[in-house]
Every structure is written in structure tokens, then in C-alpha cells.
């Protein structure tokens, strides 16, 4: 593989981030720049389902954004958050800093712990 990415390191706990859900598939945890009161990136874990940007998917990676927005779905049901935006930066003219794909989670509801 090429170089890791910081959400590589994130994902293999090599750097600490703020985990606020994990399974087998996905990770989410807090942007350390936040721009709404509850701004949370969903990654995938596995290998298999790495990719750098919604520009890069292929046939056996188009169920990952699918992934993603589910498991937001459901952080957000099981979090009693019922409005938020999700988003994906595609491509550095897009806004896109981290080759990982991610799923941007915004609420202007706060998670009760917060
Ligand atoms: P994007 O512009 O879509 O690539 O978004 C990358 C996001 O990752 C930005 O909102 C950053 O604030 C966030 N970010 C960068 N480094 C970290 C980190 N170590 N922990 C948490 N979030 C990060």
C-alpha cells in the first residue's frame, strides 16, 4: 500500500482521535475542527473497502458511501439526533484534504456527553 493516511493511523490507533462509535466496518469519531456544534467522520475499516475519494470508487467499492450513510443513519437514531447534513469532499477542488474516504456527519444538535 501506499503511504497511511492520517485516518489510517486514526483507524489503527497509532494517533488518538475522539472514537465516538466503532463496529467491525466503520469507525466515526470527532473532527478536530469542528464546524457545527456535532461534527463527526465516518470511515470504513477494512482493507478491502479502502478508498481514497468518491472519484476513485469502483464497481467493488460502490457500497462503501452506501455504508457510511447508514451507519450515520443509525448514530444518529440511536443519538436521538434528528437533523444533520452529510457530506462528502470530493478532490482537492472540492475541498477534499484527507485521501480516505469520509463521510462528514454535521449536526447543530449536541451528542448528550458533549
Ligand atoms: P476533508 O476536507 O473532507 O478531507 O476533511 C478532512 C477533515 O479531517 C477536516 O475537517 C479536518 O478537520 C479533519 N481532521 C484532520 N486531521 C484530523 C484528526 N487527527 N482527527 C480528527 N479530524 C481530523
Same mark, same amino acid.
Given at each position: 500500500m501506499t503511504e497511511k493516511?492520517?485516518?489510517?493511523?486514526?483507524?489503527?490507533?497509532?494517533?488518538p482521535a475522539?472514537?465516538?462509535?466503532?463496529?467491525?466496518?466503520?469507525?466515526?469519531f470527532k473532527d478536530i475542527h469542528p464546524k457545527a456544534p456535532t461534527h463527526l467522520l465516518f470511515i470504513a475499516k477494512k482493507d478491502e473497502d479502502f478508498v481514497p475519494s468518491i472519484d476513485d470508487l469502483t464497481e467493488e467499492t460502490a457500497h462503501v458511501p452506501g455504508?457510511? *450513510?447508514?451507519?450515520a @443513519?443509525?448514530?444518529?437514531q440511536e443519538h436521538g *439526533?434528528?437533523?444533520? @447534513?452529510l457530506k462528502f469532499h470530493v478532490g482537492k477542488g472540492g475541498g477534499q484534504e484527507v485521501?480516505?474516504?469520509?463521510?462528514?456527519?454535521?449536526?447543530?444538535q449536541k451528542l448528550a456527553d458533549d
Open positions: 493516511t492520517i485516518f489510517h493511523r486514526i483507524r489503527d490507533k497509532e494517533i475522539s472514537i465516538v462509535y466503532e463496529d467491525d466496518e466503520v469507525l466515526a455504508l457510511l *450513510i447508514r451507519k @443513519q443509525k448514530f444518529a *439526533i434528528t437533523g444533520y @447534513q485521501f480516505y474516504l469520509h463521510l462528514h456527519f454535521l449536526s447543530e
